[in-house]
């Protein structure tokens, strides 16, 4: 087809028909135009990749990792799982379920071996005062149980105290496999110890075995999963856990009728069942109970059940002083609620930080873009001399100036205007940190108000007053109006920048004049509490795009100009 | 009748002076009365002290020397904003942040006018620019004679003793502009205000004005009605500022009554009318209009001096005809003739003769 005869087709073709434009070639107008713009898209896109690619890197992934672990919660379910779904049923008001008792024995004990239990411990700590040493001395002790079993069976028959025997009993061989009980298990170990555990296992639990011993199976398996994929160990070689000892005595004891079982050591088990009473009685209410009485409280149990979910609001309730109860979530007693004030201090001071930072930064800009050239550079340079100076080195400049025995006090005293026995607190409270920061933050809110008010021609203020308006009604009604989108940019740049404030109010704040932030940086590197220290950051963040919007509700996000 | 000149003065400058940086005086010794009413342009080159003079008369300027009056009483030390002066600016200085009704109504509001009298005359004045349609509007939302037009009437809702406007159509396209001309002029006339224009435009002074004032280096170099202004300038500077002009240049030989003889460098003789030579045998610059340029003999008088010319060019315009000629060592002599039926196309390379009508010719200073 050539241009000559198309392009008539298509003219009187496109025209009556009043549908999408074509192009010359008969293709829709927007795609050719698509097509014709693709390459100078990619090109732009390319241009931008290393940018964009580093700001996904280093800040939204962070941010989206930040706020997932404020609610973040699956170490409670990996760590104790039967614990977890024994407690399900459970109220949280009445009795705790032997259940619970059985499944917390045999969870702990394989997360004390994985040495998983004293971080779950911390974890539970920040909720419930006290788990945590509960969690460590508990892991200490678990082996006595079993440790008694273990030498009460062995002097029944000496062959308990074998690996071989254990493991032909256990290991399924030609015998069918509860392979339901060996996924749970593999299931739950991987969760556990956060490891892919492949490998030769060299075991599977026999379904006869683990229908008539429950427990014992249960356990041997999770020893066994441990020992030949996380130790490297070869299972038929190795002594069983004093857990899976315990576990047997607890199975007979329960009344297992092993009478009908024929497999290999069959003759062992029925010995060992017809010497119940030279076993000593395991109960595991009373192991627990016996390793530490705070197993027997109630509200250890209700923080269990409370945190058992992979996802909580429990960080985001203590971000705003509240805790989550069996009843629901509620206020914290008076005297332990913190956050709250710290954020209200933290919006407040902000606001108080930026409004100082208007009044002292208006005469300054408006001085710079009326200057002549020569002067207003000299002016800049001190405006941006801040800069150029290590931000440390000027709050602390601030500690020297302000404390008591400081400048200003000495120069006051020296005055006369301040007795000596009464000198002026300025520093370690909320004064010290509004003076240094509206200082730190100062060159934040003049260059964009003087950016702003550089745009402004000098003939505004000259037709206002030709048409009779005073020096002050000038100013007011037809100056300050076109200046309002620098103090807009200004105001959001400052107030943000002072929300987020850190080193600071460290410094000069005290504890009266501390941020959000402080406490935030707290929880990051001293009580590692990162759950909580991630709610707070997101709700920090919530504040300021809520602020934000509000603002362009208001204002309008249109009138803020950088220059 | 001295009584009546001085009490019709409206707008005086009496020895005006204003310096800068205290070396060189950019207005010298400014001398300027113009009664109420009248339309009075300051017309000269950038440089020449003309918005100089406006600002000192807005108050935005003060003066190094002299005395401005208004109305009779001095203002120079009165502000600005008590000086009851309507202002139109270049770029027009409508507020941004303001529509056009609150613009408008803005000197009303600093008047402490109240609020039905401020909607009636800004709706009187915006109907006065026929733009009674756009009081809602914002200023940026206006094509710029439009925001003309609100700045126009901005000066004079306020109903200002007196009205400035500096180089109000600077910015606008020529056919907008020549529009704006008549209605500014139509606005002025039916409204009877005072107003003094500054402009570099020397068509937008001719077509607007009552009294044109030709600036230069500082100094008003004439001060007449635009016809006189051009037809008679008074000197060389006058004469080459407005409108196309021939320039030679010579000696004055002979001075009888209201002709004088002055004969070129190159030695060819021509009679002009003595306008401000020095004296016999003193140089001069002789000036004569393109369109008074005769090479019809029979139109001359029998004893006129003619001169020996060379056509260069001829520009066929429309309307008129262009012939660029060489004479009497002046390459770029100009002559426009009128396309009438019985015009007389010249070719490039032909010798004819030229003259003119003594009173024509001005000599002038050199």
New interface residues.
């Given amino acids: 087809m050539t241009h000559s005869t198309t392009e008539p087709a298509n003219f009187t073709g496109a025209a009556p028909k009043a549908g999408p434009m074509l192009a010359a070639d008969g293709r829709p107008l927007k795609k050719s135009l698509a097509r014709a713009l693709r390459r100078q898209k990619l090109r732009a896109l390319m241009l931008v990749a290393p940018l964009l690619i580093f700001v996904l890197v280093t800040f939204i992934a962070p941010i989206a990792d930040m706020l997932f672990r404020s609610v973040e919660n699956q170490i409670v379910s990996e760590t104790l799982p039967e614990t977890v779904m024994a407690l399900q049923e459970w109220n949280g008001e009445s009795d705790i379920p032997d259940a619970a008792y059985d499944a917390i024995y045999f969870d702990l004990f394989t997360a004390a071996e994985a040495k998983q239990h004293t971080r779950l411990g911390t974890r539970l700590n920040y909720e419930q005062t006290g788990i945590s040493s509960l969690f460590r001395t508990s892991g200490r002790q678990l082996d006595d149980i079993g440790d008694d079993v273990h030498d009460a069976l062995e002097d029944i028959n000496p062959a308990w105290d074998e690996p071989a025997p254990w493991y032909q009993m256990m290991n399924a061989g030609d015998r069918p496999v509860d392979t339901a009980l060996l996924d749970t298990k593999m299931f739950d170990m991987r969760a556990l110890t956060g490891e892919v555990l492949e490998g030769d296992l060299g075991f599977a639990p026999a379904r006869e075995v683990s229908d008539l011993l429950p427990r014992t199976a249960a356990a041997y398996t999770s020893w066994a999963i441990y020992t030949a994929l996380v130790d490297g160990d070869i299972v038929a070689e190795e002594d069983p856990w004093e857990s899976v000892f315990a576990a047997l005595a607890s199975d007979l004891q329960s009344g297992a009728d092993v009478s009908g079982y024929s497999g290999p050591g069959a003759d062992m088990l029925a010995e060992a069942a017809a010497n119940l009473d030279a076993l000593p009685a395991v109960d595991f209410r009373n192991v627990m109970v016996g390793i530490d009485e705070d197993w027997g409280a109630l509200e250890n149990w209700q923080t269990i059940k409370l945190y058992s979910p992979d996802y909580t609001p429990g960080y985001f309730l203590n971000s705003v002083d509240m805790q989550n109860g069996i009843d629901g979530a509620q206020m914290r007693p008076e005297n332990e609620r913190i956050y709250i004030t710290l954020f209200i201090r933290t919006l407040y001071l902000s606001l108080v930080i930026t409004g100082s930072c208007i009044l002292l930064s208006y005469p300054v800009a408006f001085l710079l873009s009326n200057l002549p050239a020569r002067s207003a550079n000299l002016l800049m340079i001190l405006v941006l001399l801040p800069f150029w100076t290590s931000l440390l080195v000027r709050t602390s400049a601030w500690k020297v100036m302000l404390q008591q025995q400081g400048v200003i006090n000495d120069v006051l005293v020296w005055l006369g205007l301040v007795a000596d026995d009464s000198r002026l607190v300025m520093i370690n409270n909320q004064t010290g940190t509004i003076i240094a920061m509206t200082h730190i933050l100062l060159p934040f809110m003049i260059l964009p108000m003087y950016s702003v008010m550089s745009t402004i021609?000098p003939?505004?203020v000259?037709?206002?007053?030709?048409?009779?308006?005073?020096?002050w009604?000038?100013f007011w009604?037809?100056y300050f109006?076109?200046s309002i989108p620098g103090i807009g940019a200004g105001s959001i740049l400052v107030f943000i920048l002072a929300i987020g404030y850190y080193i600071t109010p460290e410094i000069v704040g005290g504890t009266k004049g501390v941020f959000i932030s402080n406490r935030i940086a707290y929880h990051i590197s001293s009580s590692l509490n990162w759950g909580l220290a991630a709610a707070l950051g997101t709700i920090l963040l919530a504040v300021v795009l809520i602020l934000y919007w509000a603002y362009d509700r208001i204002v309008g996000i249109d009138n803020v100009k950088l220059g | 009748m001295a009584d009546t000149a001085t009490e019709s003065a409206f707008v005086e400058f009496e020895r005006v002076q204003k310096s800068y940086d205290g070396e060189n005086l950019v207005v010298k010794d400014l001398n300027l009365s113009m009664p109420k009413g009248e339309f009075l342009t300051m017309l000269g080159p950038s440089g020449s002290g003309k918005t100089t003079c406006l600002m000192m008369l807005?108050?935005?300027e003060t003066a190094t020397h002299g005395e401005i009056k208004l109305g009779g009483k001095p203002i120079n030390n009165i502000?600005?904003?008590?000086?009851?002066?309507?202002?139109v600016?270049?770029?027009y200085?409508l507020?941004?942040?303001m529509t056009v009704a609150e613009n408008l109504s803005?000197?009303l509001e600093?008047?402490k006018m109240g609020k039905s009298e401020r909607e009636a005359k800004v709706k009187r004045a915006l109907e006065m620019v026929q733009m009674g349609a756009f009081g809602g509007r914002r200023p940026a939302q206006l094509s710029g004679g439009q925001q003309q037009r609100i700045a126009l009437a901005?000066?004079l809702v306020?109903e200002a003793d007196l009205v400035?406007m500096d180089e109000p159509l600077g910015a606008l396209d020529k056919q907008l502009r020549e529009h704006m001309q008549f209605e500014i002029k139509r606005i002025a006339d039916n409204l009877g205000i005072t107003v003094v224009y500054v402009t570099h435009d020397q068509t937008e002074a001719l077509t607007m004005s009552d009294r044109v004032a030709v600036f230069d280096d500082g100094r008003i170099q004439q001060l007449d009605p635009p016809d006189v202004l051009y037809e008679e300038p008074k000197n060389s500077f006058v004469a080459q500022f407005i409108g196309e002009n021939n320039t030679l240049e010579g000696v004055v030989q002979e001075i009888k009554g209201d002709t004088c003889i002055v004969k070129l460098d190159g030695g060819e003789v021509i009679d002009a009318m003595p306008v401000n030579v020095a004296g016999v045998g003193e140089r001069t610059r002789v000036s004569i209009r393109p369109e008074r340029v005769e090479f019809n003999k029979d139109r001359l008088s029998p004893d006129a001096h003619t001169l020996k010319a060379t056509v260069k060019e001829f520009i066929y315009m429309g309307d008129i005809f262009r012939t660029r000629l060489s004479v009497a060592g002046n390459e770029d002599f100009v002559v426009k003739t009128r396309n009438a039926p019985d015009a007389v196309r010249l070719e490039p390379g032909q010798q004819i003769d030229i003259g003119w009508l003594p009173r024509d010719c001005r000599a002038l200073d050199a």
């Fill in positions: 021609p003939y505004y000259r037709a206002a007053k030709s048409l009779g308006a005073t020096n009604t000038a009604r037809v109006p076109q | 807005a108050g935005f502000p600005p904003h008590k000086r009851n002066i309507g202002m600016f270049q770029n200085a507020f941004p942040h803005f000197p600093v008047r901005r000066a306020f400035l």
